[in-house]
């Protein structure tokens, strides 16, 4: 039982390259959010996604794009990479919130990105 | 999004029970109170959470004020696996409700063998 699978956990890039961090679930859930994490920080909302087919910004979500083309992933890009966009990333995923029901959120083990 | 507030540090001795506070004066009446803890170089995880009455499950106890103006995140026997950050966060349900998390900087718990 895998959870909330994150890749890849580790990745270099120079500024101005472009990359995708992938999120694959395997509970079914219908919410994705992805989220970063600066050093001495709390995580950060960059965007969401209550749905296949369906996102939305966070707080943080300017130089991100996002895609869930299937229910199980989450897909997260960089189109032009920027040394303020190091950080650790980080995926997790719910079932949706309703009254009276506890829907925690799931985290993967994150992705530690350096641009340089 | 209403707010908490957390001791930015604690420490505690292993074995010996932990209140962690959270004051979050500003809650509506359909804020949920969850907790999350961060152990090092890992995502987050869930702990615990509540709406009025206080909570227990496996990992901890969770006890909420009458006037819901702040709670405390118990862990009854500290283990050195429970040097986390511990985050107290407001998340309001009801219909249209997307389940988003907003973290503050949390608590940061010492445990001492």
């Known amino acids: 039982n895998a959870g909330v699978t994150q890749t890849p956990k580790f990745r270099v890039l120079k500024t101005g390259q472009s990359m995708t961090l992938l999120c694959a679930q395997d509970m079914n859930h219908e919410y994705m959010y992805w989220y970063r994490q600066d050093p001495g920080m709390g995580l950060r909302l960059i965007h969401y996604?209550?749905?296949?087919?369906?996102?939305a910004k966070g707080e943080v979500p300017d130089g991100y794009n996002v895609s869930r083309l299937k229910k199980q992933n989450f897909l997260l890009g960089l189109e032009s990479a920027a040394p303020s966009q190091t950080s650790v990333y980080f995926c997790?995923?719910?079932?949706?919130?309703?009254?009276?029901?506890?829907?925690?959120?799931?985290f993967g083990d994150g992705t530690r990105l350096s641009i340089l | 999004d209403a707010k908490t507030t957390q001791p930015n540090s604690m420490e505690s001795n292993e074995e010996e029970p932990v209140h962690l506070p959270c004051n979050h004066s500003t809650i509506s009446g359909t804020d949920y109170i969850h907790w999350y803890r961060q152990l090092p170089s890992q995502g987050p995880e869930y702990v615990i959470h509540?709406?009025?009455s206080n909570v227990n499950n496996r990992m901890a106890s969770l006890a909420i004020a009458e006037d819901r103006k702040s709670s405390t995140l118990i862990l009854h026997r500290a283990t050195l696996r429970d040097a986390a950050v511990y985050y107290c966060?407001?998340?309001?349900?009801?219909?249209?409700?997307?389940?988003?998390?907003?973290f503050g900087q949390g608590t940061t718990l010492q445990v001492k063998p």
């Open positions: 997790a995923s719910s079932y949706p919130a309703s009254l009276g029901s506890n829907q925690p959120q799931h």
């Open positions: 509540g709406l009025t």
């Open positions: 966060i407001l998340l309001a349900y009801g219909s249209g409700n997307t389940g988003k998390l907003i």
């Open positions: 996604s209550v749905g296949e087919g369906t996102t």
